[in-house]
């Protein structure tokens, strides 16, 4: 299923990316940020339903100065006790909440695609080698706190969360890794694997494991660990 996944990145449709059984053992809606539009996110809260977020590779991150939430946290010693590592036993990816200047409320279904596809342009400055435009523009068209969480790259040597396997998925797709995704769930839980195979089914997106991904990507010629 992995090539009819890159394919369908290629085509700016949405993908579903499974983790692991040993880990989250969740389900993922992911799609290319550079396609995200208000119906798309209505798709992500109503299919999906979990948290709608941005996946930033780590390239841009650094170029715009971004740290992990933790290490903001880490800064106030009466949040530091709040750090802990997660079940699955890997940090989190989560950097900061942003919404475009100008959204209305910022989490209407317009409100954050405007936030998520602004994300993306910032992005694509950044990965064109224009980095001083895209701090200038993230500094001028961007507030926090806002309604769409950034998350950022860790590689997927140190991190096998969504936010690395969907912008791996990106690069081996050859679009720009920059990517938008929600988790899937049912009512009180995850979506299981099997209820997503059926979605996969009747909604024509592929189901790609993570396992494929990182066994992809490894094998992939050239390839190397985006920079920490």
């Given at each position: 299923m992995l090539r009819e996944a890159l394919e369908a990145l290629r085509r700016g449709t949405p993908v579903l990316l499974h983790d692991s059984s040993g880990r989250e053992d969740e389900v993922d809606y992911i799609v290319p940020a550079g396609s995200v539009d208000a119906d798309t996110v209505y798709e992500m809260r109503t299919l999906a339903g979990g948290l709608i977020c941005y996946a930033m590779a780590a390239e841009v991150a650094k170029t715009l100065g971004l740290r992990f939430?933790?290490?903001?946290?880490?800064?106030?010693?009466e949040l530091r006790p709040l750090l802990k590592t997660p079940s699955y036993g890997e940090p989190p990816a989560f950097s900061i909440w942003v919404n475009r200047v100008g959204v209305a409320t910022g989490i209407r279904d317009e409100d954050r695609a405007e936030t998520i596809r602004g994300l993306h342009e910032v992005a694509l400055l950044v990965l064109e080698g224009?980095?001083?435009?895209?701090?200038?523009?993230?500094?001028?068209?961007?507030?926090?706190?806002?309604?769409?969480?950034?998350?950022?790259?860790?590689?997927?040597?140190?991190r096998r969360g969504h936010t690395e396997l969907a912008l791996a998925l990106a690069r081996l797709a050859g679009i720009p890794p920059s990517m938008a995704l929600v988790e899937m769930l049912a009512r009180g839980r995850q979506l299981r694997v099997e209820e997503a195979v059926r979605l996969s089914r009747e909604y024509g997106y592929p189901l790609v494991e993570g396992g494929e991904v990182i066994e992809a990507w490894r094998s992939s010629s050239g390839r190397r660990e985006p920079p920490p």
């Open positions: 939430a933790t290490e903001y946290y880490a800064a106030f010693p224009r980095g001083e435009e895209a701090r200038r523009r993230f500094a001028e068209e961007f507030m926090a706190p806002g309604h769409v969480p950034v998350l950022v790259e860790r590689g997927l040597e140190r």
